[in-house]
């Protein structure tokens, strides 16, 4: 197995900086790739020296540490340095074509042996990876925002990687503090399409009955979060929303799995830079709610049971991402399991009825066995 000490970063942006801070903190010596000299500085100055002295500022790190981890960065706009590292993880902007072109030059300027992963959100791993000579070096890295306190780190597993690398990725990923679950190469790999699908289904609610302060407490009581679904969109812009919406429907609206339409007032509100105003007057019928917290459960127990059966993440490991990444209380099988697979599938036969999802092999049989966690 390859023994990770030097890490290379592509791209020093929000993803990046914190994916390197967090190795750098855990002992690696990193090496962040920028476009220009003055995006080194600046992102350097932005993420890593103010980041780190306000942190000592509040007692939060001491100044040994500060120093300490910024002696173990470099930063470079060369594929020069980047020869030297085990392993490179690229989170340059997410446009295929550049990334497919970063990766073909990592191949050229790197060892046959270094470890060559995306950080991607949307993109499937093999495709990005078709330039890179012996691809079983590679895989995906996917980190959650913020990646310096997400805990979790979906592993991607292309058809091509072997298990070395999938070995030295889950060291490095514990190494880090992280919580590594497996995925397979999959669109938008296991906690997206449940997020993505949520959002989306909860937005298409959105109207003159069921305001956005309503649709965030409908999905903060259902699931048990502080925080809900709206505002998790609004924290991260509904332009990426919108945009990852988008991507889910082209990969799998017309696939056997299905996935919810992108609701027109999400693109609306993009385009006039509006975030979901979550101060409106919130509905208290509980029939009302019921409506929309069903159709939101039917999605998760859909898009989830299809996950488990495509062999894309176990269920085991599906339950682990979603509380961690998305900080719910109880994972999708649980809450199946604690509603009763009749209940369930009254609300799956919605969410397929609706339109959003085809139907999964589980509820087609009549299958009522609870899930073994
Ligand atoms: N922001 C999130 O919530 C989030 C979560 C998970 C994954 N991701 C993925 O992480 C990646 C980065 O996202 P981000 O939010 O950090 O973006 P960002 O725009 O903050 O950072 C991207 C950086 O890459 C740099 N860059 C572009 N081309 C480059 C090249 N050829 N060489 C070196 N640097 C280059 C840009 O100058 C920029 O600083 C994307 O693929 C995104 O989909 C983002």
Not at 100 to 105: A, Q, R
Request: proline fraction near 4%.
């Amino acid at each position: 197995m390859k023994d990770v000490k030097t890490v290379g970063i592509i791209g020093f942006g929000v993803m990046g900086a914190a994916i390197g801070l967090n190795a750098a903190a855990n002992g690696y010596k990193v090496v962040y790739k920028e476009l220009n000299d003055d995006l080194v500085k600046s992102m350097y100055d932005k993420f890593v020296a103010k980041a780190l002295a306000k942190r000592v500022g509040l007692g939060k790190m001491t100044q040994a540490d500060m120093d300490k981890i910024c002696g173990s960065i470099k930063g470079t706009t060369t594929y020069d340095e980047l020869a030297a590292c085990d392993l490179i993880i690229e989170a340059a902007i997410e446009k295929m074509d550049l990334k497919i072109k970063i990766f073909g030059e990592l191949s050229d300027a790197c060892p046959k042996d270094t470890l060559i992963v995306s950080n991607t959100s949307t993109f499937l791993i093999e495709k990005l990876m078709e330039k890179v000579a012996s691809p079983a070096r590679t895989a995906g890295l996917h980190y959650f925002f913020p990646a310096n306190v997400n805990r979790l780190v979906e592993v991607i597993r292309q058809k091509n990687t072997s298990d070395e690398t999938y070995n030295a990725l889950m060291a490095f990923s514990k190494q880090n503090k992280k919580v590594p679950i497996t995925v397979k190469d999959f669109p938008g790999f296991a906690i997206n399409p449940i997020f993505i699908s949520s959002y989306l289904v909860l937005n298409s609610f959105c109207g003159d009955k069921y305001n956005a302060a309503t649709l965030e407490s409908i999905s903060q009581e259902t699931l048990g979060v502080k925080y809900g679904i709206m505002w998790v969109q609004n924290g991260s812009g509904l332009g990426t929303a919108y945009h990852a919406g988008a991507s889910m429907v082209e990969y799998l609206a017309k696939s056997d799995i299905g996935f919810p339409p992108v609701p027109g007032l999400l693109k609306t509100m993009f385009e006039g830079g509006k975030l979901w105003d979550l101060n409106g007057p919130v509905l208290k019928d509980a029939a009302e709610r019921s409506v929309v917290g069903d159709s939101l459960l039917g999605s998760i127990f859909c898009i989830s049971t299809h996950l488990v059966e495509k062999g894309v993440v176990s269920v085991k490991d599906l339950e682990l991402g979603v509380c961690t990444a998305l900080a719910w209380p109880k994972g999708p099988f649980t809450l199946m399991n604690e509603m009763g697979m009749s209940e369930v599938t009254k609300r799956v036969k919605k969410a397929v009825d609706a339109g959003y999802f085809k139907m999964p092999r589980k509820f087609a049989s009549g299958d009522l066995k609870p899930w073994e966690l």
